[in-house]
């Protein structure tokens, strides 16, 4: 199995509800670097997994939609506590309908699955891996 | 599957028997920067993989037991060899312990699986991964 | 001339103000990892630079008041832009403050100088450098 | 499952033939971390996954043979692109040839796989993971 | 003392000159990580020591003279050996050049210092200073 | 002013004498990553500040000293805290020796400084730095 990642960020505001989240329930923020990877059997025609340009920008264009926000006003975690994994969860699904929407070439519907992995410190990171 | 990792170190001596470990027979000395991930398919009722902060509390109390410490002393390690990877292996199993026993609260009863990475330096590092 | 540096982080909300800062201008937020450098020209009676122990404690103590808030709601920070390389400058000032409330131990009077760098992410950070 | 990887670096010149390679058709280079994994499901007699002297020295014995050198060059490469992922594949692959000749020892014998990540900067990697 | 830091990258191919360089006479390459720093001694009205979108940028720009080439074909590098060094205190001056030309905006004006690291893999870097 | 980096790693066991080090007093280890940097005015005629092969071959010799041994045994640190601060300065003196003695190529003898930097952990670290 082959797979590439490309690493890029983002500086987000939010809260969290739930006593589990202790002093982390008020306003307070990260920033979370971002890797995203790429994984197919075999390589493309070009010797390659994807578009590594391609691959960042559509990354890119992805995090510009959450980058400097506060995540607490946005419709689309209304309801929703937006933890490193989630976030994850929802980088890595909208890169898979980039995928399937041929942003990201015709060579990259030969993926085989997407994993994405938030780094929220030095000390702290998760991730979502999913198929494609 | 969704997957949290929590970070710390302990600093250790210890020696080898055996002669692949060459001069590291002599007694010396490693500081092990402790990744400890923990994973499962779905994210619980508060959207996360577990509380981190649990998760931090019970690595730094597992590890507490052999940070600043001679391995070839400890009781535990008596007629083994604590290598990196073998070391990697007890921190696992001792964290799997502790789930089962709850003290990473109810919600991460539903976890699937525990990895632990030790770096040994900048340039090797080692792993083990089990389920739950 | 010696130093030695403790690393610890935060996780804050904020918003600038001015045209300069583009985006940035709304409320967002960000991971700070942060890092203390204690310089001093000669070691003291324990051949250190400081106790580390008490370096790392005090640090948290001064971090901990920062930690999951939106520093716009903070009073320290009232009508001032919180930039990083202005809050390596807080930080720096207060722990040279508690260097000279002994906080840091009796050797630390020796101390010479304090520098505070704070990274914003994998690709910017900021940094404060002052005598004692 | 356990395992233990070893970094090393290359610093090569290459091209690439594809529009899709834009500018990195001209005739460029990169420096490439290299880190090699070795996994197996149990521990051998000394306690370890395999002699990490022994891996990192099969290692550096593979990225000699490439290390300064333009790989345009290369009679093992001719007609194809020496892209990041291509080359993780080429050296996981030498690794394993040498595991089967018994180059990491008697004990390699019982590794079930490898997996190759080169890192071509602080933003992108590439890996291949095969079986043994 | 304030700084800022920003971090980007090339990717290039070259050859040294000089028995004192071994293997690295032959072409080959290097990916470096480029930290540009710039130093004040007090901050701007905006309380910053730069504006950071703008360092990036133009950083950006200069690293692209030289990104995706062989450097031993750039006029601009004609009989000079382009080691980590010497190419650490061309970009420190070609950033210099545009503070001058005010390309990093007036307050850049203020500007002491600025320092470039190249980081040629992770065990080897360099770097340059001087005063603007 | 130039200057370059090489790293390296050594692993030890030690303890120290002293209340302030609380459980550190207990025989433990650690690993050092060791940065040497050398500092110069002006580079050298092949372009550099010095040969960065034989700078890592004699910080190779001198952590060869170290290396896979318990420090409280090592007639060099009789009586002494071997804390990190202090060893940065035992090998950034044992560099400048083999500057002297020319170890470091004849072009060395123009080095201003050198300074040493040893890595803890990845949350502490100490440096030395002195004049030639």
Do not use: C
């Not at 010797?47 to 960042?56: F, K, R, W």
């Not at 933890?83 to 519907?109: F, N, P, W, Y």
């Amino acid at each position: 199995m082959f797979s590439i990642t490309v690493r890029d960020h983002i500086m987000i505001a939010h809260s969290f509800r739930g006593e589990v989240f202790g002093p982390a329930q008020r306003l307070h923020g990260a920033t979370f670097v971002v890797d995203a990877t790429f994984k197919r059997a075999a390589l493309d025609d070009d010797n390659i997994v994807v578009d590594i340009g391609l691959a960042s920008q559509q990354l890119n264009g992805i995090l510009a939609e959450f980058n400097y926000r506060n995540l607490d006003d946005e419709a689309a975690f209304a309801g929703i506590n937006t933890s490193t994994e989630a976030l994850a969860q929802v980088i890595a699904d909208r890169l898979a309908d980039r995928v399937h929407a041929g942003a990201l070439g015709e060579g990259a519907r030969g993926l085989a699955g997407i994993s994405v992995t938030l780094h929220e410190s030095h000390i702290a990171w998760a991730s979502y891996e999913r198929t494609l």
